[in-house]
């Protein structure tokens, strides 16, 4: 029971910076940075990720993980380095636990 607890603050608290991460994002334009040619097409995608991961989909952790690791997308686009590293050391906890 504990563990699932543990889990569903993970889950929330990694919800709530992705929605700030999104509203951020949106602000932005242009620019380049790996697999996206735009900000606004990183916007897109980091919705998409956001909706999937609220209806319990986990399989975008990945996706997500990569984005927010130190010097990638996030970084590239925006360059908030406080909430990147927030949602980047969330996704660092669920996968140590393998969620």
Not at 19 to 42: D, M, P, R, T, V
Not at 56 to 73: E, H, M, N, R, Y
Request: charged share 30%.
């Amino acid at each position: 029971m504990e563990n699932r607890i543990y889990i569903y603050t993970i889950m929330k608290s990694l919800i709530e910076y992705l929605h700030k991460a999104e509203i951020e994002l949106s602000n932005w334009s242009g620019g380049y940075s790996g697999e996206h040619f735009s900000a606004q097409e990183f916007h897109k995608d980091l919705k998409d990720r956001i909706a999937k991961l609220e209806k319990g989909d986990k399989s975008v952790i990945d996706d997500l993980w990569i984005w927010f690791a130190p010097t990638c997308q996030w970084d590239d686009f925006v360059g908030d380095v406080k909430l990147g590293d927030a949602i980047f050391t969330e996704l660092n906890k669920i996968k140590r636990n393998g969620i």
